[in-house]
């Protein structure tokens, strides 16, 4: 099993940027996708989800209007769209693949780091 993140980097307050996380060794079409996030000193929270059947997706009320979720089955990969960042979106970004039929099976990637400043 493998899951890799891309995409992070710096970017300015107010821009874009789109990560991605390619995933391998499973079968990802059965797993719940999430992006987690971790800033310094804090704890890990979900970012947002997007469902194996259906697509359906959840956000946290903070990216709410500003990062889109999406998956590409056929490419087995997830994306997250991130747009009018903030300095408060600074932190390290996580691709979480949770089997839909277990609550325990479940994979991680490393992490890309994500940094909004001026």
């Known amino acids: 099993v493998q899951i890799v993140e891309s995409g992070g980097g710096l970017v300015q307050p107010g821009g874009s940027l789109r990560l991605s996380c390619a995933a391998s060794?499973?079968?990802?079409?059965?797993?719940?996708l999430s992006w987690y996030r971790q800033a310094p000193g804090k704890e890990r929270e979900l970012v947002a989800t997007?469902?194996?059947?259906?697509?359906?997706?959840n956000y946290a009320d903070s990216v709410k209007g500003r990062f889109t979720i999406s998956r590409d089955n056929a490419k087995n990969t997830m994306y997250l769209q991130m747009n009018s960042l903030k300095s408060e979106d600074t932190a390290v970004y996580y691709c979480?693949?949770?089997?839909?039929?277990?609550?325990?099976?479940?994979?991680w990637g490393q992490g890309t780091q994500v940094t909004v400043s001026s």
């Open positions: 060794g499973f079968t990802f079409s059965r797993y719940v």
């Open positions: 979480n693949a949770q089997y839909m039929f277990s609550a325990t099976l479940k994979y």
């Open positions: 997007i469902t194996s059947v259906g697509g359906t997706t």
